[in-house]
């Protein structure tokens, strides 16, 4: 009995871990931070790009929430997790058409 006990609790560790581990490397990812904000060429080209990420925790798609624009050159969107609720920030950088 205890034993199964504990094996339920290390399961349980073992799932916070990994989710953590989940977050961490999301975060890393492009779009996951302003630093690490995705970029893109134009606004109109975000919200396609936005449909073609996932979840990382279950891999369902976002409904967009707020689309915020917190410096001319970032925008930011406020999603939510359409299977698993979870809420997150997707950062886009634009490029700069003069630079290139
Ligand atoms: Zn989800």
Same mark, same amino acid.
Request: hydrophobic residues 40%; glycine residues 4%; aromatic residues 4%.
């Given at each position: 009995?205890?034993?199964? #006990? ?10 916070? #871990?990994?989710? $953590? %581990?989940?977050? #961490? *490397? &999301?975060?890393?990812? /492009?779009?996951?931070?302003?630093? $690490? %904000?995705? #970029?893109? !060429?134009? %606004? ?11 979840? /990382? ?7 967009l929430l707020e689309h915020t624009? +917190? *410096? +001319?050159? *970032?925008?930011k969107l406020d999603v939510?997790?359409?299977?698993? !609720?979870?809420?997150?920030a997707? &950062?886009?950088?634009? %490029? ?5």
């Amino acid at each position: 009995m205890r034993s199964q #006990r504990l094996s339920a609790e290390h399961r349980a560790e073992l799932a916070r #871990r990994l989710e $953590t %581990a989940r977050e #961490r *490397l &999301w975060a890393a990812s /492009p779009g996951g931070s302003a630093a $690490t %904000a995705m #970029r893109v !060429s134009s %606004a109109a080209v975000i919200e396609a790009r936005m449909a073609a990420m996932g979840c /990382p925790h279950c891999g369902g798609s976002y409904r967009l929430l707020e689309h915020t624009r +917190p *410096l +001319p050159q *970032l925008r930011k969107l406020d999603v939510e997790c359409r299977r698993c !609720s979870s809420a997150r920030a997707l &950062w886009f950088a634009l %490029a700069d058409r003069e630079s290139n």
